[in-house]
């Protein structure tokens, strides 16, 4: 059984063991039954097998919340078997009525499940207090649309209303889980963007305009060093001066590839530090509009930066072409000849 490491992941064996803490219990007539008599999903089906379940009994004194770990395992797999152990019980416990025959031990076998599953819905709503997500105030403001999020977390949120960060308060893990593809590594990414937002990574903090072009600059050098090799790799040359074309040849992709894999790095590069970039940049290019020179080059970025320039990494002329594929008002301002 994989074993999880880490905080995220310590975390996440928190929620599943809370969502399912007990044990399996398989009746001794049915523990060499092999699970292939029964219907299950094939993604279901395919976590036992590698697990090394092959019998019923194989599952003696586990818990449901301990395959969370297995690949492509998320909250609806672990709530099937949770089904199916419940249905493989009841089975037995049918047998074993009808065997008996008395009315008392009827009834007592039928109190039993209600009483099983009176009991996990009381763990379930246990788990979604102690577990819920507590945002701050100070960052319930902030909107997932300016966030850096995959994809599948954006579908999330979409499907259940969400538009900021505070949306999210007082909802539960387990809650989440039950989404469509909403899985343990979604739930890690959730809990991992909002001790960002406390830590005041997506902080948009006052500042003068004189100094919005060093922020801005040092900001997109550090999103760079977070970017994928291949989009940091692609994204330097292609402010370095190279076409699309060029950067394929060199890398043995086509122009359509090199064209998608930089757009992915610019997207991800304006969302790095939630509002912030684009705060910047709407600074640079006010600063702009109110300079006598009209078109941004790299001696007036020199001169915007001062002193800041010594703690930055790539030359003017790129950052030129940087902040110029970041924002198409300051595209059309710049000079042709630097980009």
Not at 29 to 52: C, I, K, M, W
Not at 165 to 189: I, M, P, R
Request: aromatic share 6%; with cysteine; proline share 4%.
């Amino acid at each position: 059984m994989p074993v999880p490491h880490g905080k995220c992941a310590d975390r996440m064996a928190g929620f599943a063991f809370s969502c399912f803490p007990k044990k399996i219990d398989i009746p001794v007539a049915l523990q060499n039954e092999p699970f292939d008599a029964y219907q299950t999903s094939a993604r279901l089906a395919h976590v036992l097998r590698r697990s090394g379940i092959r019998v019923l009994g194989d599952l003696q004194g586990r818990k449901v919340g301990d395959f969370a770990w297995q690949k492509n395992c998320g909250f609806n797999t672990l709530h099937e078997l949770d089904s199916l152990v419940r249905r493989i019980q009841s089975l037995a416990e049918n047998v074993s009525r009808a065997g008996n025959g008395t009315n008392r031990r009827r009834a007592c076998c039928a109190a039993a499940p209600r009483s099983r599953l009176g009991k996990t819905h009381a763990l379930h709503r246990k788990a979604g207090t102690e577990d819920s997500f507590s945002i701050p105030k100070s960052v319930c403001k902030l909107q997932f649309d300016e966030l850096p999020i995959t994809r599948r977390l954006a579908g999330v949120v979409r499907s259940i209303g969400a538009r900021t960060l505070g949306d999210l308060n007082g909802l539960s893990a387990c809650e989440l889980l039950q989404c469509k593809n909403c899985y343990w590594h979604t739930v890690a990414e959730i809990e991992q963007l909002i001790e960002r937002a406390i830590a005041g990574e997506f902080d948009v903090l006052p500042i003068e305009e004189f100094e919005a072009a060093a922020e801005l600059l040092t900001l997109l050098e550090q999103g760079m060093a977070k970017l994928s090799h291949r989009e940091n790799q692609f994204l330097l040359a292609r402010i370095r001066g190279l076409t699309f074309a060029e950067i394929g040849q060199r890398f043995g992709f086509t122009r359509a590839r090199v064209h998608q894999v930089t757009a992915n790095a610019l997207h991800a590069l304006r969302k790095t530090w939630g509002p912030r970039v684009p705060c910047l940049l709407n600074m640079v290019r006010h600063r702009l509009s109110l300079s006598n020179a009209s078109e941004l080059t790299p001696a007036l970025l020199e001169q915007w930066v001062g002193e800041s320039s010594k703690c930055l990494r790539l030359p003017r002329q790129a950052h030129v072409r940087l902040i110029a594929e970041l924002d198409t008002d300051i595209l059309l301002s710049t000079k042709r000849e630097f980009l």
